[in-house]
């Protein structure tokens, strides 16, 4: 059994656990740190962020796009801006690009230049990888952890955990990292997949592929809950698209979700009682009658719902046009609670400041543990957020470890 001693094990090496072996191998130099990994690379989450060019942070990131622990939330956000995010990352000689509402990708467009930087710099560093780590038990004796696998035991003074959630299994997530910080009493909230396109019990093959603007609202029993606007994607099992990822988390807290989409926001339901009848007279079947506003396919699924697919346009009464304005408004869905998390891009939930010192993220019971990423109760809106969130947490764990 090889056995190898470090001041610092970092187990996971995604975006959290790379920033963080970065930074403890800038403070304690070459051979002090390692990073552990489960898979056979590291990085293969990171790989696939933002269709692979890696919304890599958001220059709008404050508290108020992230959702979970607020003081965690708070006290990561105030001592890392997304200009500090871009500091960390020129030291790689990585650029950023900046798009709408404040995503910033790498100047490349590439995510394998920010993995790229990342592993060139640990490796510049002395930050050594152990892939295909697979953790059978993990002790602590003496005041040295003791991370054990088949056949290599890595001894460190100090731990980090940044196994990162269970959000897209086929990336390689898995629960591990929560069933091996409960052997040390930390125990995360409920989890939930967040970022994921909803299933609904209203199915329409014929949208699938069909785009649209849109105001999508989640609904509780009447009680408004969140609103987003943004391009829905049609799919043949519900739902996709920005504005709806960033309503998911809140689905499995309802008791009686509707999600209700207004497809043209910038026209009132009168606006468009009154232009449906103009259109009454201009087109003889009703599936034609929203052919001039929305998209055909959709056109002809909100005059069905309606109940109308039958009727002429000049068999159309008043209230049949208020009924189809009020559809156009509020076209709606019932989204069916899931816990799948293969489309996940986050899992909401994780480790809270009850286990956490929130200053330092190490462990309030068990001395030089430290929790990093996505396993702490901490999920951010889409739009680099998360990854933001990531690299921050990472960093503060490298500054804080002793
Ligand atoms: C498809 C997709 C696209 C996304 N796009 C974006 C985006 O553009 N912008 C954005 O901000 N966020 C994005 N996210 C979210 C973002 O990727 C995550 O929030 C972020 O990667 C979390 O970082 P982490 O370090 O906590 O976990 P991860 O990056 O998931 O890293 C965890 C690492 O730990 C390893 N590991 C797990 N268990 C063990 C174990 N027991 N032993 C050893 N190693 C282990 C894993 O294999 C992995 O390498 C996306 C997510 C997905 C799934």
């Given amino acids: 059994m090889e056995i190898r ?14 920033a963080c ?13 390692v990073i552990i990994e489960r898979q056979a690379r590291v990085g293969k989450k990171l790989l696939a962020t933002g269709n692979g060019r890696c919304n890599i942070t958001n220059r709008n990131a404050s508290p108020e796009h992230y959702h979970g622990d607020e003081m965690i939330i708070k006290s990561v956000l105030n001592r890392f801006s997304p200009k500090d995010c871009e500091k960390f990352f020129a030291k790689m000689g990585v650029l950023f690009r900046d798009e ?11 995510a394998s230049t920010v993995l790229d930087g990342m ?14 780590f697979e953790i059978k038990h993990i002790k602590k004796n003496n005041g040295f952890f003791s991370i054990i696998s088949e056949n290599i035991t890595v001894q460190a003074e100090n731990i980090v955990f940044a196994t990162g959630s269970k959000a897209s299994p086929s990336l390689g997530a898995n629960d591990s990292g929560y069933k091996l910080l409960q052997n040390f009493g930390i125990v995360p909230t409920s989890l939930k997949p967040a970022l994921c396109p909803v299933l609904t019990k209203e199915k329409y093959k014929n949208l699938k592929g069909v785009r649209s603007k849109g105001i999508v609202t989640l609904f509780d029993g009447g009680k408004k809950i969140i609103s987003r606007e943004g391009e829905i994607q049609f799919t043949d099992y519900g739902i996709s698209g920005i504005c709806v990822f960033e309503i998911s988390r809140f689905i499995s807290e309802c008791r009686n979700p509707k999600i209700s989409i207004d497809l043209m926001k910038e026209y009132s339901e009168n606006h ?8 009454r007279k201009i087109f003889t079947n009703t599936g034609d009658i929203l052919t001039g506003a ?18 002429t346009c000049r068999e159309l009464s ?3 046009i208020k009924k189809i304005a009020h559809t156009v408004k509020n076209f709606t869905f019932t989204p069916l609670k899931s816990d799948d998390y293969s489309y996940a891009q986050v899992c909401a939930g994780g480790v809270t400041s009850k286990y956490i010192d929130i200053d330092t993220l190490v462990s309030k019971t068990v001395k030089n543990l430290y929790i ?14 998360n990854l933001h969130f990531a690299f921050g947490s990472g960093i503060i764990v490298g500054k804080s470890v002793k």
């Fill in 119 to 132: 592993r060139m710099y640990c490796a510049k560093l002395g930050v050594s990888e152990i892939c295909d």
């Fill in 5 to 18: 001693k470090v001041k610092v094990a970092v187990i996971g090496g995604g975006a959290s656990g790379l």
């Fill in 372 to 385: 990093c990423g996505e396993l702490l109760d901490v999920d951010g809106d889409c739009g680099g957020y």
């Fill in 272 to 279: 468009l009682c009154d232009y449906l009848f103009k259109c």
């Fill in 100 to 110: 709408d509402d404040g995503r910033v990708y790498p100047y490349s467009n590439q």
């Fill in 318 to 320: 008043e209230s049949d």
């Fill in 21 to 33: 072996a970065i930074t403890c191998g800038e403070r304690f130099g070459k051979n002090s740190t």
């Fill in 294 to 311: 929305l998209n055909k396919k959709l056109a002809q699924i909100i005059v069905q719902t309606c109940g109308f697919s039958q009727k």
